[in-house]
């Protein structure tokens, strides 16, 4: 059976050119997308979890760690004002725990990680976190104050890094 030189992925007999590769002239970059996360569902639902760290690349082990900082986060202060804090497993917290779902799976699978959706849901992540930021301010003494715990500035920071390794990821071959 012959393998593509570029993604290494197997190709069915008399296939020359891999169609995980090669686009067509009359595909946009949505049908793109669209046909890759099909494959991923494909790939998916057959694959089992390999969780041999030792063989992972920087990529899959900052995805992994980033979602690990992400859920430290959540019993960390979003919400502080000296006497009384409130911690990130709010709904706000949750949802955007959830945008670490995809990236994460895609490594404990060893699975390709469609690289804009996963870089998307650090974004999303980080827009979030910006939005719960930026309607965390209430008015003491007639002084704007904003009330931000660090754990928010810790989730922040993990939605970035999330970005970074999705970039960087890299799925272990499947011959090591």
């Known amino acids: 059976m012959a393998v593509c030189n570029k993604c290494g992925k197997e190709l069915d007999e008399g296939v020359t050119k891999c169609p995980n590769c ?3 002239k009359t595909q946009t970059m949505s049908d793109k997308v669209v046909n890759r996360f099909e494959q991923f569902k494909a790939e998916f639902s057959q694959a089992k979890f390999q969780f041999d760290y030792t063989k992972w690349k920087i990529g899959a082990k900052l995805i992994c760690a980033s979602a690990i900082v992400a859920f430290v986060s959540l019993l960390m202060p979003w919400t502080d004002i000296g006497i009384a804090s409130k911690s990130g497993f709010g709904l706000a917290g949750i949802l955007l725990l959830l945008l670490f779902t995809y990236p994460v799976l895609a490594v404990l699978k060893n699975l390709a990680i469609i690289k804009p959706v996963g870089i998307a849901c650090g974004v ?3 827009i979030g976190a910006t939005i719960y930021y930026s309607t965390n301010s209430v ?3 007639n002084e ?5 715990g ?3 500035f810790v989730y922040m ?3 970035i890094v999330l970005m970074v390794a999705t970039y960087l ?3 272990v071959p499947k011959s090591e």
Request: hydrophobic share 50%; glycine share 8%.
């Open 22 to 24: 090669v686009l067509t």
């Open 124 to 126: 999303i992540g980080l």
């Open 139 to 141: 008015s003491i003494f």
């Open 144 to 148: 704007s104050t904003n009330i931000s």
């Open 150 to 152: 660090s754990g928010l």
């Open 157 to 159: 920071i993990a939605a």
């Open 169 to 171: 990821y890299k799925p």
